[in-house]
């Protein structure tokens, strides 16, 4: 067999399809192997470089062939797809990565850590578990509401509702029970929210710059964390904008014959870390209005543009500025607002 320069290998549940070329990029390699069989066959293969699409399993098949002396990289599923000649199987898509790899102008994924792993773990037992807290909320609100029982928005609201049903003795005992019930239920996951919480809280405190990152106004500790974990190689992009793109906060490209036109975000990239910076962005703008005071950028741009636009331009804008201190190592410097401003006009 002619020296195998580079291999694109399509992972699945049970095989794994590869495709490798050589130096004179012409086919030496075509070969479906089961699962148990592949650390065996790396095992005997020349250190080569390989390429895999990158979703959840590839990191840890990314350590464990670079252990064998291998060199990986991974590549987002979305800039493999174009290289797929024709039709949709295993074979195709591991000549479709073999030939994306050899792109000079190809993007990369960073290979996680097992404690990188670990970590985004914990962030997403946490958003399940708040999920799950909001989807009883809701229901014992319904319930709660097919009495005649109401109470304000807000998790805060909902302990005192609970004291009132189990207080109303109207109330049938069997309807006092399940909500006794739920009301336990529901303390069980808030405490287990809070326990998860105090385990990612410790996480921010051991990271210098997770905590410089938490100073950015809408940013917070959540916030910094996903910044930190979601992004383990900041050097990557080329700058804070192509850094935004990345997160998918930036207006898609329609552009042709010289015009320019933009559309709506492209949403492209991790949803849970845009959602966040979204979500934040959203925070700081309310309580601009409330308190009547913001930054010049902000004040200007909430007299120009709706609520839910200027929150999508402010969470790019965040996105940027963390880039730069994650690169720099800088501190956040807040820039002094105004006594007040007036937000009236807005659509």
């Known amino acids: 067999m002619d020296q195998i320069s580079r291999i694109g290998m399509d992972t699945s549940k049970h095989f794994f399809q590869l495709h490798g070329v050589n130096a004179a990029e012409m086919p030496v390699l075509r070969k479906k192997l089961r699962r148990k069989d592949v650390v065996a066959f790396f095992e005997k293969l020349s250190p080569t470089v390989i390429a895999l699409e990158a979703c959840g399993a590839s990191h ?19 800039l493999v797809k174009p290289y797929v000649k024709r039709g949709k199987n295993d074979a195709a898509d591991a000549e479709a990565l073999c030939e994306a790899m050899s792109r000079p102008t190809m993007r990369f994924v960073p290979v996680k850590t097992a404690e990188q792993q670990a970590a985004l773990m914990l962030v997403g037992v946490r958003d399940r578990l708040i999920r799950n807290r909001t989807q009883l909320a809701n229901a014992i609100r319904g319930y709660a509401g097919e009495f005649g029982l109401t109470a304000a928005k807000g998790m805060a609201h909902l302990g005192p509702l609970l004291d009132r049903i189990q207080a109303d003795v109207t109330l049938p ?14 303390t069980a996951l808030q405490a287990r929210i809070d326990a998860v919480d105090a385990k990612l809280m410790v996480w921010h405190r051991a990271d210098e710059c997770s905590q410089r990152l938490a100073k950015i106004p809408s940013v917070g500790p959540i916030g910094a964390m996903l ?13 804070g904008r192509q850094f935004a793109a990345w997160i998918g906060l930036t207006p898609k490209d329609h552009s042709t014959a010289g015009k320019v036109r933009l559309g709506v975000i492209t949403r492209a990239g991790d949803e849970a870390l845009r959602s966040v910076l979204v979500v934040g962005a959203t925070a700081v703008i309310q309580h601009a209005q409330r308190s009547g005071k913001a930054s010049p950028w902000l004040s200007a741009l909430l007299k120009r543009k709706s609520p839910k636009l200027a929150a999508i331009a402010l969470a790019n804008k965040t996105a940027r500025i963390a880039w730069k201190m994650m690169i720099t190592g800088e501190t956040y410097k807040a820039i002094a607002a105004p006594a007040a401003f007036s937000h009236r006009g807005t659509a």
């Not at 990986?72 to 979305?78: H, S």
């Not at 005992?173 to 006794?180: C, N, T």
């Not at 910044?227 to 700058?239: A, H, V, Y």
Request: hydrophobic share 45%; aromatic share 6%; proline share 9%.
């Open 227 to 239: 910044l930190r974990m979601k992004t383990p190689q900041p050097e990557l992009f080329q700058s």
């Open 173 to 186: 005992s069997l309807a006092r029970d399940l909500f006794a019930a739920q009301a336990e239920e529901l």
């Open 60 to 78: 840890h098949w990314a350590r464990l062939l670079q252990s064998l002396g291998h060199t990986v990289k991974l590549i987002p599923p979305q």
